[in-house]
């Protein structure tokens, strides 16, 4: 009965290859985000959809985009990760509104 | 933006030992979460909580809207707890967008 699903939990990448996170939800919540977690530090958020309006946080870099086919799907694209990539990424859901929030396993990016 | 802070950012407890940790945010809000989250790194909700008392076996939380903050109350802490714990409030206003502390780091020696 998972509700926030992530694949891959464990994702190993070269320098410079493109790689593909994703997220699903049985929830049928309209938000969904992204976050970028490094070791000891809070969750960054990246960005965010509401339905399927995107909300681009200001400092996220360029190298991230994400897609959401459907209210279930969400994605995460690293065009080309850096060393400095390598990081916990979490994916979240909520209804909208004042609403808990309910997170993924996360999956764990390393970067070689 | 608001402010969270919380407090103390390291505890390390003996098991069966009880512990109290603090979120303080800078502006009125109508929303509140803690989270746990555990070793493997996943944010596990442990309550929401905008006003009011609740509990939830060893847990419980309680917070002061009017005074801003919240305490997150442990009590016979066990190894299972250990980990780190966030409170989250709303970036602004109604937002649905959360506004994370730095966390606690605990953890519970056998």
């Known amino acids: 009965d998972a509700m926030v699903i992530q694949n891959p939990r464990y994702q190993v990448t070269q320098f410079g290859k493109p790689v593909t996170l994703s997220c699903s939800q049985t929830?049928?919540?309209?938000?969904m985000y992204w976050y970028q977690q490094k070791s000891s530090q809070a969750p960054k958020l990246l960005f965010h959809?509401?339905?399927?309006?995107?909300?681009n946080e200001a400092d996220t870099p360029d190298n991230f985009q994400s897609r959401r086919p459907n209210t279930s799907f969400c994605f995460l694209d690293i065009r080309s990760p850096g060393l400095g990539d390598a990081a916990m990424y979490l994916c979240?859901?909520?209804?909208?509104?004042?609403?808990?929030?309910?997170f993924g396993p996360g999956t764990r990016l390393t970067v070689l | 933006g608001i402010q969270v802070e919380q407090s103390p950012p390291d505890l390390i407890l003996q098991e069966g030992a009880n512990s109290t940790l603090r979120c303080n945010f800078s502006?009125?809000?109508?929303?509140l979460q803690w989270f746990h989250q555990n070793p493997w790194g996943q944010l596990i909700n442990l309550f929401y909580?905008?006003?009011g008392t609740k509990q939830n076996g060893r847990l419980s939380a309680t917070t002061v809207a009017t005074e801003r903050y919240s305490l997150l109350y442990i009590s016979s802490s066990q190894t299972t707890d250990s980990g780190v714990y966030f409170c989250?409030?709303?970036?602004?206003?109604?937002?649905?967008?959360?506004?994370f502390g730095r966390g606690t780091s605990l953890i519970v020696h056998p």
């Open positions: 502006d009125s809000v109508n929303n």
């Open positions: 979240a859901t909520s209804s909208g509104g004042v609403d808990t929030q309910y």
């Open positions: 959809y509401y339905d399927k309006d995107f909300n």
């Open positions: 989250a409030v709303p970036a602004s206003g109604g937002s649905y967008i959360p506004t």
């Open positions: 909580i905008p006003s």
């Open positions: 929830l049928n919540h309209n938000v």
